[in-house]
C-alpha cells in the first residue's frame, strides 16, 4: 500500500509563499507515475491544482494557478513539492497529494487511486 505524507502548510499573508510537500513510501513505489494535487473548500468537491508525470517532468497546471504554484519533483526522495506564490485568499483551502500508476497527469480526482490526509493553507487578507 502506498503512503503519501503531505507537509508545509499554513497561514501566510496575502502576496506571500508557501512549499508543499508530498512525499511517497511502501507498496510498489516504481509503479506510480504521475503525482497531482488538489485542493478542496469547504462544503466543495475536490478541484485540481496542478500534476507532475514522474518519468519526464510534464506538468499540468489550472488555470487559477498558472504562473504563480510550480511543481517539481525529487525523485531520489520520492518526494513531489508545490511551491505556491503570490498567494491570495482564494487559495485558502485543504490541499491533496495525490498518485496514480497512469503517466497522464489527469486532472479528475477520479483517476487517483492514492490520496494523502490534506495539509491546511490559509492565507490572511
Known amino acids: 500500500q502506498v503512503h503519501l505524507v503531505e507537509s508545509g502548510g499554513g497561514l501566510v499573508q496575502a502576496g506571500g509563499s508557501l512549499s508543499l510537500s508530498c512525499a511517497a513510501s511502501?507498496?510498489?513505489?516504481?509503479?506510480?507515475?504521475?503525482v497531482g494535487w488538489f485542493r478542496q473548500y469547504p462544503g466543495k468537491e475536490r478541484e485540481f491544482v496542478a500534476a507532475i508525470s514522474w518519468n519526464g517532468g510534464t506538468t499540468r497546471y489550472a488555470d487559477p494557478v498558472k504562473g504563480r504554484f510550480t511543481l517539481s519533483r525529487d525523485e531520489d526522495q520520492k518526494t513531489v513539492y508545490l511551491q505556491m506564490d503570490s498567494l491570495t485568499p482564494e487559495d485558502k483551502a485543504v490541499y491533496y497529494c495525490a498518485a496514480r500508476r497512469w503517466s497522464f497527469p489527469s486532472g479528475s480526482a477520479n483517476d487517483y487511486e492514492y490520496w494523502g490526509q490534506g495539509t491546511q493553507v490559509t492565507v490572511s487578507s
Open positions: 511502501g507498496g510498489t513505489l516504481l509503479n506510480l507515475q504521475t
